[in-house]
């Protein structure tokens, strides 16, 4: 009796989680290349609801107001870059975004408009939930995101996350709602590419903690190839146990 009460807690935990709605540290951007073409990659720490929009964009940040005409707010190419997906996605996947012929994501589907990542510096926040106009913002800060969730924020190519003079088009204060100190906001060494190359196997505390260390990540001046980027990741839901690996 006392292993069937078990097994039953542990498929609720599995079934909570796989419907849940996403939360910050819940997937993680694992490279970028900003030389031709801008490729990135993030994994999963969750399993992924299906038919989620999951919103990429490299607009830029200050003092809690999105910089609109980055790549949210163009009116020819309209951002953000959204990926979505008709099934569930299982925690440890890592998914692909490669703007070069076909503009297509590995797994599941694209739209909206593609970010332009510049070798001077940029960022990019993953997010769900919209990021709309507000004439209550300073242009070109009038990005409003609360009606948003913002999940996860890699800076690169520069000197970091800079909440002082940051806002313009290469630098960025660290996104509202996410932070430096529980891995959901990270800044990389300051190379144009690069790729995490730490632990691969953990819970999503222990990935996003090792995320956080400049040491853990293979950067470049040159373009990566993506054939390098990390294929898989094995993530542990419950200690000790192994609830999803992909």
């Known amino acids: 009796m006392r292993h069937f009460r078990l097994i039953m807690t542990v498929l609720a ?36 609801p299906a038919n989620t929009a999951i919103h990429f964009t490299n607009s830029s ?49 694209m739209s909206g408009g593609v970010p332009t990542l510049s070798v001077d510096g940029d960022s990019l926040i993953a997010y769900t ?32 996350w800079d909440n002082v ?7 960025s204060y660290v996104p509202p709602g996410l932070s430096t100190n529980n891995g959901t906001a990270i800044s990389v060494n300051n190379q144009d590419d690069g ?8 819970a999503p505390t222990e990935l996003l903690s090792a995320m956080m260390s400049p040491l853990n990540w293979t950067t470049s001046a040159n373009i990566i190839d993506s054939a390098e980027w990390p294929g898989r990741f094995l993530v542990y839901w419950l200690r000790g146990t192994v609830i999803s690996i992909r």
């Open 129 to 160: 939930g919209s990021i709309v106009s507000n004439s209550a913002g300073t242009p070109p800060w009038y990005g409003d995101c609360r009606q948003a969730t913002l999940l996860f924020a890699l800076n690169f190519a520069n000197a970091g």
């Open 61 to 109: 940040v200050s003092n809690g107001w999105f910089r609109w005409g980055d790549h949210l707010g163009r009116s020819v190419t309209p951002g953000p870059l959204t990926w979505s997906y008709t099934n569930n996605l299982l925690a440890g996947t890592v998914v692909s975004w490669i703007s070069g012929t076909q503009k297509q994501w590995s797994v599941g589907d």
């Open 13 to 48: 935990l599995v079934a909570s989680r796989v419907f849940a709605q996403l939360q910050p540290g819940d997937l993680a951007v694992i490279a970028y290349n900003t030389d031709n073409p801008d490729s990135f990659a993030w994994v999963a720490l969750r399993d992924v």
């Open 165 to 171: 003079r940051g806002g313009g088009p290469n630098t």
């Open 195 to 202: 790729y995490y190359s730490g632990i691969c196997t953990g």
